[in-house]
Structure formats: C-alpha cells, structure tokens
Nanobody, 125 residues
Framework: QGQLVDYGGGSVQAGASLKLVCASF?????VGWFRQAPGKEREFVAA????????AYADFVEGRFTISRDNDAIIVHLQMTGVKPEDTALYLCAARSRYNLDTDWYRSPYEYEVWGQGTQVIVSS
C-alpha cells in the first residue's frame, strides 16, 4: 500500500518559479506529473524513469519545466519556471511499478497505480 506525498504549489504571479516535490515510496518505479484544471481532463506534464536517465515532457511545457530525481531516487521534483496563467491547475504526482518509461503508457493517467493528493498551483496575470 504505497503512498506519494506531493507539495510545493502556491499562488504566484505570471513569470514566477515554483518547485513541486513528490516524495515517493521507493526507487523502483517511474513517476509522472499530471495536472487537472476545472472542466478539463487530467493532463500529462512530465515523467521520469527509475534512475532519472529517461525523461519525457508534454508539448505545452515548452522548456519551462524540469523533472528530476534526487540522488537517492526517492524524491522527484518538478521545477517550474516562467509559469503562465494557463498553468493554473491541481498538480499531482503518480507512480507506476515499471523501471522505465514506454510511449504506450506514460502519458496516460489511467496507467499509473499510486497518486499523491495533489498540490494547487494558481498563476495570476
């Protein structure tokens, strides 16, 4: 019965930086970040494999976000810079019990097994 804890969101102005944090239950899994805005489907943001050597981003990231793992591979970060009002959403991290990413599943929230509670990001203009 694994559990993720995600935090680090807040209310900021456009152009600001935030670092979201996902504290996972172990090393041997891939982690994804997703976001969900009111009235929208849950949307893929970024993913990282078990050792941080394979990373994927959604197109809308446009180089503004960086996903990474700490040396112990347990803590996963989403460093957000140059945030925009359209980034406003609940951000959630999720884990899947696979070492490596595969294009068949890493973009789909339905493929992940364990989720954090979500952390709210609000970006004002």
């Amino acid at each position: 019965q694994g559990q993720l804890v995600d935090y680090g969101g807040g209310s900021v102005q456009a152009g600001a930086s935030l670092k979201l944090v996902c504290a996972s239950f172990g090393r041997h899994h891939s982690v994804g970040w997703f976001r969900q805005a009111p009235g929208k489907e849950r949307e893929f943001v970024a993913a990282i494999n078990w050792n941080g050597e394979d990373i994927a981003y959604a197109d809308f990231v446009e180089g503004r976000f960086t996903i990474s793992r700490d040396n112990d591979a347990i803590i996963v970060h989403l460093q957000m810079t140059g945030v925009k009002p359209e980034d406003t959403a609940l951000y959630l991290c999720a884990a899947r019990s696979r070492y490596n990413l595969d294009t068949d599943w890493y973009r789909s929230p339905y493929e992940y097994e364990v989720w954090g509670q979500g952390t709210q990001v609000i970006v004002s203009s």
